[in-house]
T-cell receptor, first 116, second 115 residues
Framework: EPEVTQTPSHQVTQMGQEVILRCVPI?????FYWYRQILGQKVEFLVS????????KSEIFDDQFSVERPDGSNFTLKIRSTKLEDSAMYFC??????????????FGPGTRLTVL | AQSVTQPDIHITVSEGASLELRCNYS??????LFWYVQSPGQGLQLLLK??????LVQGIKGFEAEFKRSQSSFNLRKPSVHWSDAAEYFC?????????????FGTGTQLKVEL
């Protein structure tokens, strides 16, 4: 069964460093998402991406964050200069379609980011 | 703005007992409601969803949920819990009107099953 994969499973970095979290969405999916979950808090939407551009983003997704689909398979989240408060579990998701019609979002297992 | 509340952070039930996980939502229109489950080391898996129609929806793994508009609730139930149901459960609401697939999640309920 096709699934969303994410690498690495755990990333430890120093404050101020850049990190790139990688996701491989399901191959025929067109919409991609990043969510995050700070320990003990709720899962929060960060950004959605379609047709090589951001379709929606939350207030969390500031200039420190960027997303990219560098090739036909990967979808990445970059944090330019990490802060302690960026420590969280980051989930990638993908769906066949999006917009005004619902399509199930399939989630990856997450990347745990620890900023020291 | 839409929001989801899961009042129970932790719940412990005995195997074979019934289960009800509570979810309350706040949303200005007819909501699209979801329950997801997350096992350790796994991603979020969709258990069931409600869009419209019959207010009692069936999902995978023997779960069901009932939408009650008057109570703004979408509680998840299972008649007989199995040890493998131990996981974290998230209720979520989505707009899907006028574009956008953003899901808004609750804080989750951690389910422990005692043998």
């Amino acid at each position: 069964e096709p699934e969303v994969t994410q690498t690495p499973s755990h990333q430890v970095t120093q404050m101020g460093q850049e990190v790139i979290l990688r996701c491989v969405p399901i191959s025929n999916h067109l919409y991609f998402y990043w969510y995050r979950q700070i320990l003990g808090q709720k899962v929060e939407f960060l950004v959605s991406f379609y047709n090589n551009e951001i379709s929606e983003k939350s207030e969390i997704f500031d200039d420190q964050f960027s997303v990219e689909r560098p090739d036909g398979s990967n979808f990445t989240l970059k944090i330019r200069s990490t802060k302690l408060e960026d420590s969280a579990m980051y989930f990638c998701a993908s769906s066949e379609q999006g917009g005004s019609s619902y399509n199930e979002q399939f989630f990856g297992p997450g990347t745990r980011l620890t900023v020291l | 703005a839409q929001s989801v509340t899961q009042p129970d952070i932790h719940i412990t039930v005995s195997e074979g007992a019934s289960l009800e996980l509570r979810c309350n939502y706040s949303y200005g229109a007819t909501p699209y409601l979801f329950w997801y489950v997350q096992s350790p080391g796994q991603g979020l898996q969709l258990l069931l969803k409600y869009f419209s129609g019959d207010t009692l929806v069936q999902g995978i793994k023997g779960f069901e949920a009932e939408f009650k508009r008057s109570q703004s609730s979408f509680n998840l139930r299972k008649p007989s819990v199995h040890w493998s149901d131990a996981a974290e459960y998230f209720c979520a609401v989505g707009p899907f009107t006028g574009g956008g697939n953003k899901l808004t999640f609750g804080t989750g309920t951690q389910l422990k099953v005692e043998l």
